[in-house]
């Protein structure tokens, strides 16, 4: 059974640095194919695809972040992690992390974590 | 950036009505489009990969075509459970980028 669930930081002040944590069972990003994904949607609003990580240490970034995103895994512990830094406003969302892969686009996802940045 | 135009932004429907969701993709996605379902405070579920593929589970009222640049999301014969947002994604080139979604609601 595929799981994943997303956890960290929920109220932080503009400026800091946001810190997620995706924690999954059933695959593993050590299986070649397979990336985790990380999407995040403001409330009322679409979704924006964020980065991804894959079992090659690929990573793909969303350039309108800029250089302010940073993807890394820990594949014995089955965890995928982003980092934003220097957050502001508009980062708040909910953010989503979801399985790739060779076959599998998109076919999981966790439930969600809400961030808020305010002053 | 490739863009997910998706039409319309949201949708007056009936139960029993034949609903279809569009999505243009700017450039040539070619069959790496997905459409996801959200209901309100849930996450993304996918009903359709690869553009035509029914994904597991979903029920048979949906179904996934392309035309072109052209990717459509058709429900037929609208249930009450079908109420809800739908999203369409590319995945074919970076960054993967989601059309700005289609809410459903019942007249």
């Known amino acids: 059974q595929v799981t994943l669930k997303e956890s960290g930081t929920g109220i932080l002040q503009p400026s800091q640095a946001l810190s997620l944590t995706c924690s999954f069972s059933?695959?593993?990003?050590?299986?070649?194919?397979?990336?985790v994904s990380w999407i995040r949607q403001p409330s009322g609003k679409g979704l924006e695809w964020l980065a991804d990580?894959?079992?090659?240490?690929?990573?793909g970034y969303n350039p309108s972040l800029k250089n302010r995103l940073s993807i890394s895994k820990d594949t014995s512990n089955n965890q995928a992690f982003l980092k934003i830094t220097s957050v502001d406003t508009a980062d708040t969302a909910t953010y989503y992390c979801?399985?790739?892969?060779?076959?599998?686009?998109?076919?999981?996802w966790g439930q969600g974590v809400m961030v808020t940045v305010s002053s | 950036d490739i863009q997910m135009t998706q039409s319309p932004s949201s949708m007056s429907v009936s139960l029993g009505d034949t609903v279809t969701i569009t999505c243009r993709a700017s450039?040539?996605?070619?069959?790496?489009v997905n459409w996801f379902q959200q209901k309100p405070g849930k996450s993304p579920r996918r009903m359709i990969y690869?553009?035509?593929n029914l994904a597991d589970g979903v029920p048979s009222r949906f179904s996934g075509s392309r035309s072109g640049s052209d990717y459509s999301l058709t429900i037929s014969s609208l249930e009450s459970e079908d109420v809800a947002d739908y999203h369409c994604?590319?995945?074919?080139?970076?960054?993967?980028?989601f059309g700005a979604g289609t809410k459903l609601e019942l007249k």
């Open positions: 990580i894959c079992w090659d240490d690929g990573k």
């Open positions: 690869r553009a035509t």
């Open positions: 059933g695959f593993s990003l050590s299986t070649t194919g397979i990336c």
């Open positions: 994604l590319q995945y074919d080139e970076y960054p993967n980028t």
């Open positions: 979801a399985r790739q892969g060779m076959g599998i686009s998109f076919d999981y």
């Open positions: 450039q040539d996605v070619g069959i790496y």
